[in-house]
């Protein structure tokens, strides 16, 4: 069961803001956001998690919606190092449910 | 030391062999996963182990079996694959249920 779902895949112009969406609109009240990304076959990195409010760290901010149904990952100004396969995850006690991914492509 | 290692990064092996794999972290986390990972597909999980001991295993095939000889090492003992197991193998940590660490995977083929 996709407990998230994303759009395969999206460009954005170097410089400027990506934006990610995921809908999860079967998450439970106490089940987190988290996404990751994965460059070229590595080992998937943290970006940022949450679970109602608005959060932002150094390398982005990340949108839920009221009702929680929906997310949206901003990268404020995306570098080609940007250039991932993005995944938006619900944690369900100690387990990851991985979305499908977005491939995001840093155009120059 | 905020990583989680793994060995060997690739491996290549038959049918008929028997070989394992190895994860290790040293940032005190007593979760510790297995994930299998085709190409272009997100990472599945295997199994997971909490405090050393097994709590969850995904009906993963008999043919993997994984070890937990203490809270810093996880392996997962391979023995006659299928050519369909070929696939990155990735091991991850965490605190209780906080953010995963992933290591860089081990590449695997089955011949």
């Known amino acids: 069961d996709a407990k998230t779902t994303q759009p395969p895949s999206m460009d954005c112009a170097e410089g400027r803001a990506a934006n990610l969406p995921c809908n999860h609109s079967t998450i439970s009240g106490n089940e987190y956001v988290y996404w990751y990304r994965q460059i070229h076959s590595q080992g998937p990195q943290y970006i940022i998690h949450?679970?109602?409010n608005n959060e932002t760290n150094e390398m982005a901010s990340l949108i839920i919606t009221e009702d929680r149904k929906s997310s949206t990952l901003i990268l404020p100004h995306a570098t080609l190092r940007d250039t991932a396969v993005y995944y938006c995850i619900v944690r369900v006690g100690n387990q990851f449910y991985f979305g499908t991914g977005t491939s995001l492509t840093v155009i120059p | 030391d905020t990583e989680v290692t793994q060995t060997p990064k690739h491996l290549v092996m038959g049918m008929t062999n028997k070989k394992s794999l190895k994860c290790e972290q040293h940032?005190?986390?007593?979760?510790m996963y297995w994930y299998k990972q085709k190409a272009k597909k997100p990472p599945e999980l295997m199994f997971v182990?909490?405090?050393?001991?097994?709590?969850i295993n995904e009906s993963v095939p008999s043919r993997f079996s994984p070890e937990c000889p203490n809270s810093s090492l996880l392996n997962l003992h391979l023995h006659a694959l299928q050519p369909e197991d070929s696939a990155l193998y990735l091991c991850?940590?965490?605190?209780?249920?906080?953010?995963?660490?992933f290591g860089p995977g081990t590449r695997l083929t089955v011949l």
């Open positions: 940032m005190g986390h007593r979760a």
């Open positions: 991850a940590s965490s605190q209780g249920w906080n953010e995963q660490f």
């Open positions: 182990y909490s405090y050393e001991k097994l709590s």
């Open positions: 949450g679970l109602k």
